[in-house]
């Protein structure tokens, strides 16, 4: 039997880039210069039967690094999961990369219907300026929605 997980894992992550590198994406700005389109991202299932009451899935981040100029600059970005605010072990991935960041790994974290479930970022910059998105310094952990 094959898996066939990674290969669809792989194939979104592509489509997503391509979607990044598009005209109209929207950019975060660590300071003067920096930008980050993209960032990390989170897709978890939760079958009683299957999977234990756990949520297991993937957590990836695909993004793009730039100076003002258009450049490729060089970032590193963590992502991981936090329930209730405190971080759910085996749950982050670091990617760095001048112009490219893309990583991924297959998670397994446990959450009950009334836990909030938080998927945070953090973006460092080669100049070491941080990311800083809705008031926070350096980290954003905006609550996780299901579908």
């Known amino acids: 039997m094959r898996n066939t997980t990674g290969k669809t894992a792989r194939a979104a992550i592509a489509a997503t880039f391509l979607t990044l590198m598009a005209a109209g994406t929207s950019s975060a700005h660590a300071d003067t210069g920096d930008q980050l389109k993209g960032g990390c991202g989170f897709d978890t299932n939760s079958q009683a039967t299957l999977t234990g009451g756990q949520n297991v899935g993937i957590i990836y981040d695909v993004s ?10 060089t970032a590193t970005v963590a992502c991981w999961i936090e ?8 749950t982050r991935i670091n990617a760095s990369g001048t112009g490219v960041q893309e990583g991924e790994a297959t998670i397994s974290f446990a959450s009950s219907d009334t836990d ?13 300026s941080t990311w800083t998105q809705d008031g926070n310094v ?10």
Do not use: K, R, W
Request: charge should be negative.
């Open 138 to 147: 350096g980290i954003d952990c905006p609550i996780a929605t299901t579908a």
């Open 64 to 73: 793009v690094s730039l100076h003002a100029s258009g450049l490729p600059s």
């Open 116 to 128: 909030q479930v938080q998927l945070c970022q953090q973006v460092t910059f080669a100049d070491g």
């Open 83 to 90: 329930v209730n605010g405190v971080e759910s072990p085996g």
